[in-house]
């Protein structure tokens, strides 16, 4: 059997369709060369998309500047909301009351229409936390389940601090949230660590690692500095509800 070398081959079909249509198959070579060689510098460009990955420099960056937690929904961190409904003054437990310095990397003023927290649990998921609402509220701490010596404090809380304002660029915003944990439907327990969602008035949504989370309650320092303690209240009449019931 006769062996051809390549240009023999090419020759022997040019002879069947170049010859007899030179013009219309040197376009169709061209467009198959081009379509070929695209398709591999195609392929060639996504591989190394995935190995050379492009950071995209998030507008907003976020700081949990102290922590106050329990791991679990039955148990408070010992931060209490307390507010009127009828006649009746409530008081509701916080689960989380975390500090949270908020930053504007943009070049701009923004205003924010929400913050929203999530935790992970034991179980590996991320759970979105209820935020408790702090406008016109008092804000306590209770000791023990001391209700009859209940600490009023004076603390600057984001919801008041993000309220028809915008957040100026690379002036950090300092401020507390209380969150109350959801039900999960296992024995999985809450655990240290957050992340934040952060949403523009133009529905605009960022992603945010929360940086520098605290592993135990800040000193008594820097809590004298964050806190305020304005007097004692006795709240052992008030009505204890969870907040989200």
């Known amino acids: 059997m006769r062996k051809y070398h390549p240009m023999e081959l090419l020759k022997l079909l040019y002879g069947y369709v ?3 249509y030179p013009i219309l198959s040197l376009i169709i070579v061209m467009i198959l060369t081009a379509v070929g060689v695209g398709g591999i ?11 050379n990955p ?3 420099e998030s507008p907003f960056q976020a700081s949990i500047m102290a922590t106050f937690r329990s791991d679990r929904r039955e148990v408070g961190s010992g931060f209490w909301m307390g507010y009127l409904t009828g006649d009746n003054y409530i008081i509701s437990p916080a689960n989380v009351a975390l500090s949270l310095r908020i930053t504007n990397r943009q070049a701009h003023p923004v205003m924010l229409a929400g913050i929203a ?3 992970q649990t034991s179980d590996e998921n991320w759970v979105k936390l209820i935020r408790l609402s702090t406008f016109g509220r008092d804000i306590y701490r209770i000791a023990n389940d001391n209700f009859s010596s209940a600490s009023l404090l004076q603390l600057d809380l984001l919801d ?4 028809n304002r915008s957040v100026e660029p690379h002036i950090p915003i300092t401020g507390f949230v209380l969150l109350e944990y959801p039900e999960v439907p296992t024995d999985a327990t809450f655990l240290n660590q957050f992340r934040a969602t952060i949403t523009g008035i133009d529905g605009a949504e960022f992603a945010i690692e929360l940086e520098k989370t605290a592993t ?30």
């Open 18 to 20: 170049g010859a007899p």
């Open 41 to 51: 510098w195609w392929l060639i460009g996504r591989e190394y998309a995935k190995e």
């Open 54 to 56: 492009v950071v995209v």
């Open 117 to 119: 927290i999530e935790s």
């Open 160 to 163: 008041q601090l993000l309220f």
């Open 216 to 245: 135990v309650e800040p000193s008594d320092a820097l809590q004298a500095s964050m806190i305020k303690l304005i007097e004692t209240r006795d709240l052992s009449q008030a009505r204890r509800k969870v907040y989200s019931e």
